[in-house]
């Protein structure tokens, strides 16, 4: 995996008598040594490289940020930023699910239509039949990862490339999803229902948000350290305690700078349940795909799926259980938008939430051509679009423009893919 | 030849495979000893291919029997190849170029504790494989999209060790590779033998074949056509035996000899 972060530098020996395809000490091996000198230049030697990881879309964030915030200074408020979280989550669940598909190096079109039938299923089985609130939620996100399943036969089992099969998925989910709405088309959230707190609950003590905040760095430290101390004691190139502090530092500004913005200012209603069950899904796939056989497989099959075949991996059922995963996650994020839009809708999740969701994936800076990205990038890509859907509202804009800014972005995020792509291929690296 | 033991870790005895009409092997038979590199080689659809495939699983033989350390055994698929103990490192590699070097050499056999990757256990253990292969290159943490030609080969080689097998097959491990990476994988196969691990190397290139191996069999049109001591004998003599120049009495008298000779040793 080729992780950024996680690069570790050999204590390269001078090598004699080798071949020179084998350089005698490589840039990349000092750098550890070398403290945070080393570490700028090896950020520079990467960027050079084609290796931007998430820099383009950090850099974006900050120019949106500025921008908006000049034109209109109630971008940056606390009501406004609380807006883009709680916006962010369900659209940022669906694009967890899309990571997954394109780390696969395939595509999901059909989740915009599969959010929309998680929305109807829980929507018909809990409103109109009375099923138990929280059975109803898990029979649509179950509905979603059937759906997923289903997709994934047909692409893996039979070979229907993913793009048709999910087109075709597109069309006729959204065909049930009517059916299901029935004549009326839409069912309103009750209040006080499971769905409806989604994305309406807040905690209001204060405690929440910064104990979460508290909670999140003190795991990210702790984590740091305890895998540097292992390496130490396995004798292995480890993160020197400057990187650690560095990194711990970052995130803590960051999680409190968050905090504090849903807690003190006016207006401020406190830590939005949405965002933590989005983290928490952020959370979980991230330790999916980097910790666990199964999401090392996903890469393997996405770099190289007749070498993941011939290593004896289990390629078919890699890619069904991903459009499962995809399709769970979708119709989780319906449940949201539902929440949002305050009830279940015949054309719920049409529109452009599907170009939406991929883009955020793309813009994130994982790679539409399979094998490279990060879970993360759902969470960065999202804030990018939401931050600019948030920003012209407040101006006023139409949303042809709207949609125009969104393309113009996706486009550039996807021909930066495709140039540290090649600039990678001419440096030797993937 | 190198020291061999009187059992052959595998032998191939009269193994026959047909697809359809045509018979790609006949009556073949083959033995590897442990700490024996033999090359296996013959032109272009002699059956070279087919018959690796037969030993890793990939195409089950339809006639003779396969004996593992004795013991008559069937491998009818890879899985059943792997549980015995033969590695496959294939002409295109299948490494995963956006896979670091540890994953890759881990790949469908990850180390694990409690359920999570234990990545510190894995790259310390890739890396005392690679020193005791004596394999160079830059970081085990690097994509293997950054390596050399030959480094991805030796790493390609490497991954086939982890399993701890006692056959390795090599098909064409030095094709496309330059002359110095030649010698870097041909290094590595030294290292196989000392391993005490029983090698098979196919290759078109007769210095290469001269170089490492200590037997090599030809194949002529799916059959047998000689097993020849690289040690005393001469390149043409091997050339003549794949184009068929030799076949002729004295060879299969000769041939004949060798493996009655072959039969009493065990």
Redo the contacts between chains.
């Keep these: ?2 992780d950024l972060t ?5 204590t ?1 020996e001078p ?1 004699t008598a ?6 005698a000490v ?1 840039p ?2 000092l750098v550890r040594e070398r403290g945070f000198a080393g570490y700028l230049e090896e950020f520079a030697r990467r960027l050079r490289g084609g290796e931007l990881g998430s820099l383009p879309v950090v850099v974006g964030l900050i120019v949106i940020a500025v921008v908006f915030q000049l034109k209109n200074s109630s971008f940056l408020s606390a009501d406004s930023l609380a807006n883009i979280g709680v916006y962010t989550s369900g659209l940022g669940i669906m694009a967890v699910g899309i990571v997954f598909v394109l780390l696969l190096g395939e595509i999901d079109l059909s989740v915009g239509s599969v959010a929309g039938v998680g929305a109807a299923v829980w929507a018909v089985l809990s409103v109109t039949h009375g099923v138990n609130d929280w059975l109803a939620v898990l029979l649509a996100v179950a509905a979603g990862a059937a759906i997923g399943t289903l997709h994934g036969f047909f692409f893996a089992k039979i070979g229907v490339p993913a793009f048709v099969v999910t087109l075709a998925g597109f069309l006729g989910w959204s065909g049930l999803q009517i059916w299901l709405m029935g004549k009326e088309g839409s069912i309103n959230t009750p209040s006080g229902s499971v769905v409806e707190n989604l994305t309406g609950y807040y905690f209001e003590d204060k405690a929440a948000a910064y104990g979460l905040a508290l909670v999140a760095v003190l795991a990210y430290a702790g984590s740091l350290l305890w ?1 540097a101390r ?2 130490r004691a ?3 190139p480890s993160r020197p305690a400057s990187e650690i502090a560095l990194r711990t530092g970052v995130v803590a500004v960051l999680a409190f700078a968050v905090a504090y913005v849903l807690n003190e200012p006016d207006g401020a209603r406190g830590l939005p349940l949405a965002l933590v069950l989005f983290l928490a899904v952020l959370v979980l796939a991230d330790f999916v795909v980097r ?3 199964y999401g ?2 996903i ?2 099959v ?3 799926a ?3 075949r ?4 289990n390629v078919n059922r890699i890619r069904v259980t991903v459009f499962a995963v995809s399709g769970m996650l979708a119709a989780f994020g319906g449940l949201f938008i539902a929440s949002l839009s305050g009830g279940a809708t015949k054309n719920l999740g049409a529109g452009n939430t599907l170009m939406n969701v991929i883009a955020a994936a793309v813009i994130g800076g994982t790679s539409l051509f ?3 990205g990060k879970i993360w990038s759902a969470l960065l890509g999202m804030l990018v679009i939401q931050s600019i859907q948030q920003g012209l509202n407040l101006l006023g804009m139409a949303s042809e423009i709207q949609y125009m800014i969104t393309g113009a972005v996706l486009l550039a995020a996807v021909v930066i893919d495709s140039l540290s792509r090649r600039t ?1 291929k001419t440096a ?3 | 030849m190198m020291s061999v033991s009187a059992t052959p870790v595998l032998a191939l005895r009269k193994v026959s495979k047909r697809f359809g009409a045509v018979q790609a092997l006949t009556d073949v038979t083959l033995e590897i000893h442990p700490g024996e590199v033999v090359a296996l080689v013959g032109d272009n659809g002699a059956g070279k291919s087919t018959l690796v495939k037969t030993i890793s699983g990939v195409h089950p033989v339809d006639d003779g029997t396969i004996e593992w350390e004795g013991a008559p055994v069937r491998i009818a698929k ?2 059943d190849a ?1 549980e015995l103990g033969v590695a496959t490192v ?1 002409q295109d ?8 070097v540890v ?1 890759n050499l881990y ?4 180390l ?1 504790g409690a ?3 234990d990545e ?2 894995m ?2 253990r890739a ?1 005392e494989l690679l020193d005791t292969l004596s394999i ?11 390596l ?1 030609g ?2 991805r080969q030796v790493v390609a080689i490497a991954r086939a060790l982890i399993g701890e097998p006692k056959v390795v097959i090599l098909d064409e491990p030095t094709a496309a590779l ?1 002359v ?2 030649t ?2 994988v041909l290094d590595l196969v030294e290292r196989l033998r000392e391993r005490n691990l029983g090698t098979i190397l196919i290759s078109h290139n007769m210095a290469d074949v001269q170089a490492v191996a200590d037997r090599v069999a030809v194949l002529r049109l799916g059959r047998n056509n000689g097993v020849f001591d690289v040690a005393d004998t001469s390149h043409e003599e091997i050339i003549a035996a794949i184009t068929g120049a030799s076949d002729n009495a004295v060879t299969r008298r000769r041939a004949r000899t060798e493996q009655v000779r072959k039969e009493e040793a065990r």
Excluded: W
């Design positions: 995996m080729s996680k690069k570790t530098a050999e390269a090598e080798e071949a020179p395809a084998v350089p490589d990349r091996l895998e292992r390496r396995a004798a292995l910790r666990t056989s090392r497989q890469f393997a996405g770099g190289n007749e070498a993941a011939r290593a004896g991996i399979g094998g490279r990678q030797g690296r993937t | 890879p899985h792997q294939y590699l299948a490494l995963c170029d956006n896979l670091d994953a790949l469908g056999n990850e694990r359920g999570v990757l510190i256990a790259e310390k890396k160079r290159i830059p970081s085990v943490r690097i994509p293997v999209a950054a050399s030959g480094q330059g110095e990476q010698a870097q």
